[in-house]
């Protein structure tokens, strides 16, 4: 019944090893079924060199197995609150990559610095706060989806237009229309962290123009889009 | 009629990924045959993998497509204004590289600091200036050749002896003598970007001595050059 | 007689090539068969291609060969000090892997800066004194064995929760419950110096929130531990 | 009559892509027979793919072509400098390689830092003066030779305990007793330049303590030496 979408939640999983987002097995990917109101995600722990189809574990959204033998991954709280609070959202994929750790670590968000990062997101990629330590001591995986949550609100950012966000002292989180464009998003959120890092190094104030941001978005996203096959 | 130009740029997009200068479609080489006043070129949002030969767009010097099913690059129109103003020029490409994609986000000209650079550069690789608000809004792709032409021409650079350049705020541009060459410019650039960017943290203040940019370029290009097979 | 611990020894060797722990034949990984009170453990000096498991060098306690046909690694000495003092461990890795050992060179602690790091290591990563003029001219890799353990003793730090060591001015060891989870201590190390190194360059004063380390630490060892398959 | 020469000067030159030390063409190795006379060396501007064991040029120790269908490398007669004056080498390497020539391109000499390198270099690896104006107009590549042998002179650092020299505003040469051993020297220079690089960012005052870089480079070399298998 969970084939097809089990299949895509593993084949989105495996596309981390692939584009050196992953050490051993830091990450995990899932895809929500709105309809039969499910989401598919990667085990708890599993390596990727082979993980097969029924490794992947269907939850509900509360969090409860519905098919699948392992646990699943000890993140699927803080996806499940995104996909509660995010309609739009079909897939979101968790990773500790580098360059986008490195910002997160640093506590500081990602600033848009050129039209890589305006082509795919709208402005700069925010930094949550931190999480409290009654935040920390309870409910800790919920409480992450929730301050995300809270931090595009307090900031009025439509989590479509910048579609990843960096956790305070952690690491990143993306989202996307399905599994396999939430790691679309996560490749591109590490190749401009690693830009913004050293442009940020060479020149200290810069930004890109805002019209510049603009129009690269707006070449891709939208009714006017005019980038790719349409 | 064009299988042997359209084979050419399929042949030189392919060294994009090869060399690693492109993350998924972000990057665009061509190749133009003057006699029959064609250019052939990616299409647009095409991943590399899989790519064929036919997929390859035939555009004319207006940007009318002569032969393809796909579109061209969002990009055209930036290779076709190189291609107008520089008739000694076979072959454009573009890419997000990201070294020099660093130092054009930065707004700073790439500085000669060695052999490595003097070697294909004669002196900096100069950034751009930014487009205009109205530049933005108007035909993009069109006013960022115009730039590209303005800023070597404000400069007084020769095209053929510094075969790139970065816009600011976006990203390089390489070009020569056919699509195969401009792509190993792009190659070098990438390298020389990257290096730049570690000796001027090093040592704020250097540059390479004039005599010895001189002897390297002129060692490799013009009547007296000694190195390679001759 | 050997034989099973020597294929454990000779696979966790080869795993430093695979993870890009080494260049040529910088680094070394033993494993400890406590009841038989031997240790077995890489060549000195050798290759890793090619690499059988009859090049294994079995050890006693003293350092004395017990089986095989070649010299053990030149920093057996060390090993035996750790696995004397720390009755918990099986396994040790000592490699030259680049992050970690800039960190050693520099003569800095690795700072705990996010959830990556204490998913793995329960506080700063120590950065040991440096050896005296006697210690070196002595019988040097036993005394940098014995420094490692009085780094650990004085700050009061448990090898079991941070299980890798920076030596001043040389580079890292690594240990765990045996070779092959020395070997992951030891990529992990490597990417949380990687990490810290550009997050301490974008924001000089930043540490881990202690509740946040905490909560990670513990939601993999322990016994309230949750992450994975139990 | 050449063959076994130029087959090692042929691997070795392939040993320049397989350690990620060249772009394209840019690096060449050689090895000398004393007895004979004759340095074997890559051809100039030739690509490593396909690189056969006739394309390998043989030259005598003015510079004349013995044996070979091509033109030897563009800096043989540096190669040939730096037979004549170190007698106890037998092999050179000239790369690009990109963390060396980031201090070249500096100006500034490679310090010691650790163990690493002192495993292979018996203290600081200079950088050359800059050339003159009339050592670059006249026989540059001679002249490039003859001011690394000034340097090591001036500064009374033996070239086989210190086998490596970094050219001012240019890139690194390697030495060794043969083009294999030539070839390996320059990995590990690649590898300590990058390393030197970080340390000197973390901690600009930093050194390694002489009695570590003792102990460290005579356990390798000498009489004394007790690392490998002897």
Redesign the interface.
């Known amino acids: 019944m969970y084939n097809a979408l089990k299949q895509r939640v593993l084949d989105a999983n495996l596309k981390l090893p692939k584009y050196g987002l992953v ?2 097995t ?1 990450g995990n990917v899932s895809e929500i079924d709105r309809q039969l109101g499910v989401i598919a995600i990667k ?4 390596e990727y060199d082979g993980m097969e189809v029924d490794d992947i574990v269907v939850v509900d959204l509360d969090g409860h197995i519905i098919e699948g033998h ?2 699943p991954s ?1 993140d699927t709280a803080t996806h499940i609150e995104l996909y509660k609070a995010y309609p739009s959202i079909g897939g979101v994929v968790h990773t ?1 990559s ?2 986008a ?8 968000d990602i600033p848009a ?4 990062h305006a082509d795919y997101f709208y402005g700069d990629i925010p930094c949550t706060r ?2 409290s ?1 009654d935040e ?2 309870g409910p ?1 995986e919920q409480n992450t989806g929730l301050v995300i949550i809270e931090e595009f609100k307090h900031r009025n950012i439509d989590p479509m237009a910048v579609p990843s966000v960096i956790v305070a ?3 990143p989180f993306s989202w996307g229309k399905d599994a396999n464009d939430a790691v ?1 998003n996560a ?2 959120l590490e ?1 401009i962290s ?10 200290s104030g ?1 930004k ?2 805002p ?2 941001s603009d ?1 690269h978005y707006l ?1 891709k996203h939208g009714d006017n889009a ?5």
Chains 1, 2, 3, 4 share one sequence.
């Not at 690693?194 to 020149?203: D, E, F, G, H």
């Open positions: 050490t051993f830091w085990p708890s722990g599993v392992l646990n000890s500790h580098r360059s750790t490195i910002w997160a670590q640093a506590g500081i610095l050129g039209t890589t931190k999480l330590y920390i001591s800790y002292g952690h690491a679309h490749v591109v190749e690693a830009m913004a890092l050293a442009t940020r190094s060479l020149n810069i890109i123009q019209e510049l129009k070449r005019y980038y790719g096959q349409r």
